[in-house]
């Protein structure tokens, strides 16, 4: 039995996780899509990290799986 949860609730739910995680981390990673990087940031999300704490370090993580599986499955089925 599933129980249901209004939109709002579960917005509110995960910004309290997430707040908990930030004040929790010492250190955010971000994660990019290389091809990108630009459009995948959350700038909300790091500004909420420097409200935070300013100390806090945000790591930007360029990645580039998407494009290394494309070469695999073209080197495999080739």
């Keep these: 039995m599933t129980k249901d ?3 709002d609730h579960s917005e509110r739910s995960f910004y ?3 707040v908990k995680v930030i004040e929790a981390s010492d250190v955010i990673l971000e994660v ?16 909420m ?10 790591v930007l993580l360029l990645n580039k799986i ?13």
């Design 5 to 7: 949860v209004s939109p």
């Design 16 to 18: 309290k996780e997430l």
């Design 32 to 47: 990019l899509d290389a091809r990108d990087p630009l459009g995948t940031r959350c700038i909300d999300m790091e500004n």
């Design 49 to 58: 990290v420097r409200k935070a704490d300013p100390s806090k370090r945000i």
């Design 66 to 78: 998407g494009i290394m599986q494309r070469f695999i499955k073209f080197r495999l089925y080739s």
